[in-house]
């Protein structure tokens, strides 16, 4: 089974700051992976998915993320936050052609300060 | 409609009751998610349909959790003898077949008092 690791459960930074959440996963097969955010009160949305290829992706709002197979990591950076990214931010984990579950982490908090 | 509609959007309902949850998803999509969201435990994998296959239950805290999905659409999760510790948020999701994005609703809070 898969499972997924988000390290820290918040993330405080001033705004213009670059900023990394972090993600590790666990898996004996091979893994698709994704980055969900949630704003305030608002339901959650994709922020960018890595399926194959480059192992760099990039997402909505200047988000980007590298896949690295030997770390089993995911993480998430900016390079420059602003004060509306400040959302909960969750890392998720689907087998290759296995069942189709969607596993998430237990999220980070990033809260973005002027 | 136009997104995964949850309800209802507010549960309130005492220790030891029964309560259904709704879930309608994006017309079309073969896939469906449940997934609890409590404070700080993230989103934890309730059960997960996909077409007419059989579906993956293996995230169901207790057997007093039991969902289903009539016609490939609409779901109804049900919690039995509800808990205190059954309050949280209930969010369902939908996609198409994988591995594309899934479409979440704004959940339904729960509230066992």
């Known amino acids: 089974a898969q499972s997924v690791t988000q390290l820290d459960s918040q993330v405080p930074v001033f705004e213009e700051a670059p900023v990394e959440l972090r993600c590790n996963y666990s898996?004996?097969?091979?893994?698709?992976l994704f980055w969900y955010v949630q704003y305030p009160n608002q339901g959650l949305q994709l922020l960018l998915k890595?399926?194959?290829?480059?192992?760099l992706v990039k997402g909505i709002n200047g988000f980007e993320a590298e896949f690295n197979k030997s770390q089993t990591s995911f993480h998430l950076r900016k390079p420059s936050v602003h004060i509306s990214d400040t959302a909960e931010y969750f890392c998720?984990?689907?087998?290759?052609?296995?069942?189709?579950?969607?596993?998430f982490g237990k999220g980070t908090k990033l809260t973005v300060n002027p | 409609g136009a997104g995964v509609s949850q309800s209802p959007s507010n549960k309130v309902t005492e220790k030891g009751k029964d309560v259904e949850l709704r879930c309608d998803p994006i017309?079309?999509?073969?896939?469906l998610y449940w997934y609890r969201q409590s404070l700080g435990q993230g989103l934890e994998f309730l059960i997960y349909?996909?077409?007419?296959?059989?579906?993956?239950k293996s995230g169901l805290p207790s057997d007093r959790f039991s969902a289903e999905r009539t016609g490939g659409s609409v779901s109804t999760l049900t919690i039995q003898r509800t808990q205190q510790e059954d309050s949280a948020v209930y969010l369902c999701?939908?996609?198409?077949?994988?591995?594309?994005?899934?479409?979440f609703g704004q959940g339904t809070r729960l509230t066992v008092v």
């Open positions: 999701a939908s996609s198409s077949r994988f591995p594309t994005e899934a479409f």
């Open positions: 898996s004996s097969v091979s893994v698709y």
């Open positions: 890595y399926l194959s290829g480059s192992t």
């Open positions: 998720a984990v689907m087998l290759r052609g296995g069942s189709e579950k969607l596993v």
């Open positions: 017309s079309g999509h073969t896939a």
């Open positions: 349909f996909q077409g007419n296959s059989a579906p993956d």
